[in-house]
């Protein structure tokens, strides 16, 4: 875990606008600086940047924050990632508390790789651009495929080099270790050279090879693709560097460093084979495209894509083996919760092909036009070639294999009603074959069960539970979002007490305007009923949110991040962060679905804030009138007044909402 004085020197060294000018092109304006946003596709400035304050604020998203929550916005970084990057930038040492010596050595022996890695990297691009061989042979090749200087520089293209032990001889001259450029797999040893030359006892990995590097999503060179040029030598058309401490290939996606924004904004991840597809597209324009590293697409790498969007598009060779494996791929994608579209591109063509003979309108166009579902993309291969009832029922019951790996039962039941209108078949007889294909996981799961992952066919609590629970969560939320985004924002509130009417004898609703903190205003209203969040995690933000505002005075959300760390409340930061950039998501004027009727966000805050206040009030007064009521049963006065007392406040509440509250 980082330290908090090393995350004390981030945030002292830190300045926001020479973060966010690596991203934006920032113009002054005044005290501040105004850009075109990053995450929106505006033509008029509207991203300001508050060197004073340390915050920037993007009105054409909502978003904002400080320069931490720049870098997980853009870069989709974690905030310990986030961390580690500014760290680097402004050259601070980065301490770690509570680490073994074995941890202290893994780290270091990981970072040496990296150098490793980072040292080849260079290499390979010298010898592209300075060789004349790689010139000759190297820029070419590249030149040839259609790839221009800038594009080769952005993606660090390079060439392995024609001599046999080039990079090794160049590595260990300048201090690096043998074993390291084998671990790191830029290097292999071969057996048998005694003449004392360390070099000649290893071999370039990439000699002859183009090279392609492989790259984490902050930009760290994990390993390197490489494919050969000379197709006549009987060797391998493409070389991956081996599994090591760094490169999984399990875990990697090629191009995702510069993809990740992209495919954010669009919520939606072209997946393509090869690496030349991946630049070609993004030379083009269409940057939210990654490919899997020459492997099979696996469980990892959709998790992945997942932090990043919502959808993943399929785009194969449309051989036989793109089709089994796109075929895979949908299954993978559907049981991580994913959408997954498919595209066939027109015959003989590959993504590579396709973009350099389309512009960027005519890529998109295509596309966006051709993207169809999985049903009717495994209905148009699997029913191909079945003439007969038994062949046909097999490939249906392959369709209805991959609805049963939807965990969503709305998704679900939608794709069951498509699978039943496409193949005119009742949903009793679909139903069935998704109970069977259950039965069956269960059967392997008793057979198998470390690697059996059976799917729940059924909800285990009541709809009505359910529904509940999910909005008395959102309303908590809410009232955290709205502490967070503007708890130390004083605003003017049309409040509401209750006082005792002396002819009726029962409880009257007055008015009057109430200038105070919004932190304040919530904290109060809830203490009026003795409310306690249902949800442990918003229940502990509240109660540091409410200390961070009334003690250390605090107004920014990069400050309250760093008094979670101070606190020791590390597992607080991921909600919290979670919260600042997913309020798009969850504004007040789309819970109508969930039968709450707060006003639109265009409306004044404290109009947001007294609403979301008075529902969730409501929605707690109705809870503690159910237990009321079934203790009235006894005939005991005390809780008969009570039952009344608070029948008269949900009325008032009611009132207040401009709705009907139903028990």
């Not at 148009?380 to 029922?393: F, G, H, M, Y």
């Amino acid at each position: 875990m980082i330290s908090k004085s090393t995350i004390d020197k981030v945030y002292e060294a830190v300045r926001v606008e020479e973060v966010i000018q690596d991203y934006v092109q920032l113009k002054k304006s005044g005290a501040n600086f105004k850009g075109l946003s990053p995450f929106t596709s505006e033509r008029t400035p509207s991203f300001m940047v508050s060197p004073v304050k340390q915050i920037w604020k993007d009105f054409s998203s909502g978003k904002g924050g400080n320069a931490i929550a720049f870098l997980m916005e853009m870069e989709q970084f974690t905030y310990p990632e986030a961390i580690r990057y500014l760290a680097q930038k402004y050259n601070i040492e980065i301490e770690e508390t509570a680490q073994s010596e074995e941890q202290k050595e893994a780290r270091d022996h990981q970072e040496s790789l990296f150098l490793v890695t980072e040292f080849a990297h260079e290499y390979f691009q010298r010898q592209l651009h300075e060789d004349p061989k790689g010139k000759a042979i190297g820029l070419s090749y590249f030149q040839e495929r259609g790839f221009t200087d800038e594009t080769i520089k952005r993606f660090k293209l390079g060439f392995g080099g024609t001599v046999w032990n080039g990079l090794a001889a160049e590595a260990l001259k300048n201090g690096y270790r043998a074993e390291l450029l084998e671990e790191s797999g830029v290097c292999f040893a071969i057996e048998g050279v005694q003449n004392g030359n360390e070099a000649d006892g290893l071999r370039d990995r990439f000699r002859d090879r183009v090279i392609f590097p492989i790259q984490s999503t902050s930009g760290r060179v994990l390993g390197f693709g490489g494919r050969i040029l000379d197709s006549q030598k009987k060797v391998a058309k493409y070389v991956n560097s081996p599994e090591s401490p760094i490169y999984h290939k399990a875990k990697a996606l090629y191009g995702i460093h510069y993809a990740k924004s992209a495919i954010a904004k669009a919520n939606n991840c072209y997946l393509v084979e090869g690496y030349t597809d991946v630049i070609q597209l993004h030379q083009r324009g269409l940057e939210n495209v990654v490919s899997s590293s020459g492997t099979a697409l696996t469980e990892s790498q959709i998790r992945m894509i997942r932090r990043l969007c919502t959808t993943i598009t399929l785009i194969f060779d449309a051989d036989q083996a793109g089709i089994r494996a796109s075929m895979r791929s949908i299954d993978l994608i559907l049981a991580e919760g994913l959408n997954v579209r498919v595209l066939s591109l027109p015959e003989g063509e590959d993504p590579d092909s396709f973009a350099r003979h389309h512009d960027l309108e005519e890529i998109t166009t295509y596309f966006e036009s051709n993207q169809i579902d999985f049903i009717t993309y495994k209905a148009q291969v699997l029913l191909k070639e079945a003439n007969d009832p038994i062949t046909t029922s097999e490939a249906i019951r392959e369709i209805v294999k991959s609805i049963w790996h939807i965990n969503d039962p709305i998704k679900r039941e939608l794709y069951v009603r498509q699978c039943v209108d496409t193949f005119q078949l009742s949903e009793a007889v679909v139903y069935k074959a998704l109970a069977d294909i259950e039965a069956k996981e269960k059967r392997d799961s008793r057979n198998n069960p470390v690697s059996a992952q059976p799917k729940p066919l059924e909800v285990v609590q009541e709809p009505e539970v359910l529904n509940k629970k999910d909005r008395q969560k959102e309303l908590e939320r809410a009232l955290i979002e709205a502490l967070v985004l503007y708890g130390a924002q004083v605003e003017v509130f049309d409040d509401e007490f209750l006082e005792p009417d002396e002819k009726t004898g029962g409880l009257v609703a007055k008015r009057s305007l109430v200038e105070s903190k919004v932190y304040e205003k919530i904290y109060l209203d809830l203490q009026q009923d003795e409310m306690r969040f249902s949800d442990p995690i918003y229940d502990g933000l509240f109660e540091m949110l409410i200390r961070f505002y009334t003690e250390e005075q605090g107004e920014e959300v990069g400050e309250l991040l760093k008094y979670l760390e101070k606190q020791q409340k590390e597992e607080l930061v991921a909600p919290l962060s979670t919260i600042v950039f997913d309020y798009e998501r969850y504004t007040l004027h789309q819970w109508e679905r969930k039968n709450i009727y707060p006003k639109d966000r265009s409306d004044q805050i404290a109009q947001q804030v007294s609403e979301t206040i008075l529902s969730l009030r409501s929605y707690w007064v109705q809870q503690h009138l159910e237990e009321l009521q079934k203790k009235s049963a006894e005939e005991n006065e005390e809780v008969l007044e009570e039952v009344m007392d608070y029948l008269m406040l949900n009325k008032v509440l009611s009132k207040r909402l401009n709705r009907v509250l139903t028990l």
